[in-house]
T-cell receptor, first 113, second 113 residues
Framework: NAGVTQTPKFRILKIGQSMTLQCTQD?????MYWYRQDPGMGLKLIYY???????DKGEVPNGYNVSRSTTEDFPLRLELAAPSQTSVYFC????????????FGEGSRLTVL | AQSVSQHNHHVILSEAASLELGCNYS??????LFWYVQYPGQHLQLLLK??????LVKGIKGFEAEFIKSKFSFNLRKPSVQWSDTAEYFCAVLQTGANNLFFGTGTRLTVIP
């Protein structure tokens, strides 16, 4: 039982490159989230999904895209990486039936140079 | 939009000292309140939560928090900290019925043995 798994854990990108952060869960939660954590800024919600085929924007969605084709997977895509996207990204699941009670992955540290 | 304020950015305490971390939020309606903790090198995990009822809630590892509605506050307390409490602590607020958990900027706690 792995919980919430994020890959990669670390990545360095050049400006303009694209990449996908993967998030997989085996907890059978319908609700999944992507947050970014910047120093001194706390966590900000990028996108979330309440089930397969359903996604919605959070506070800071610009520059990102998501898809949710299965219950287990919720990838986050950066199409044209910018230095402002340097951050630590956290995937989380939970909240349905227990609002606000989230289980987080270990994070993916992304640096855009 | 909801905002969550944690005024203490970095707190340094000696072991056995008492701890109180402040959290204030802006939303005037019904909210659910949370404290999450991130130990060094680990993912965020739920420390305690308030939904309704007794405004003094107890969490894991001897932590407690008090909801004071008139002050829009949800301060975290622990009577006697241990070195193992060294971590970053995040207050979070969820408007009832919403999906977006708003996080504060976090407070880094360092406990000196």
């Amino acid at each position: 039982n792995a919980g919430v798994t994020q890959t990669p854990k670390f990545r360095i990108l050049k400006i303009g490159q694209s990449m996908t952060l993967q998030c997989t869960q085996d907890m059978n939660h319908n609700y999944m989230y992507w947050y970014r954590q910047d120093p001194g800024m706390g966590l900000k919600l990028i996108y979330y999904s309440v089930g397969a085929g359903i996604t919605d924007k959070g506070e800071v969605p610009n520059g990102y895209n998501v898809s949710r084709s299965t219950t287990e997977d919720f990838p986050l895509r950066l199409e044209l990486a910018a230095p402002s996207q340097t951050s630590v990204y956290f995937c989380a699941v939970g909240g349905q039936g227990a609002p606000g009670e989230l289980f987080f992955g270990e994070g993916s540290r992304l640096t855009v140079l | 939009a909801q905002s969550v304020s944690q005024h203490n950015h970095h707190v340094i305490l000696s072991e056995a000292a008492s701890l109180e971390l402040g959290c204030n939020y802006s939303y005037g309606g019904t909210v659910n309140l949370f404290w999450y903790v991130q130990y060094p090198g680990q993912h965020l995990q739920l420390l305690l939560k308030y939904f309704s009822g007794d405004p003094l809630v107890k969490g894991i590892k001897g932590f407690e928090a008090e909801f004071i509605k008139s002050k829009f506050s949800f301060n975290l307390r622990k009577p006697s900290v241990q070195w193992s409490d060294t971590a970053e602590y995040f207050c979070a607020v969820l408007q009832t019925g919403a999906n977006n958990l708003f996080f504060g900027t976090g407070t880094r706690l360092t406990v000196i043995p």
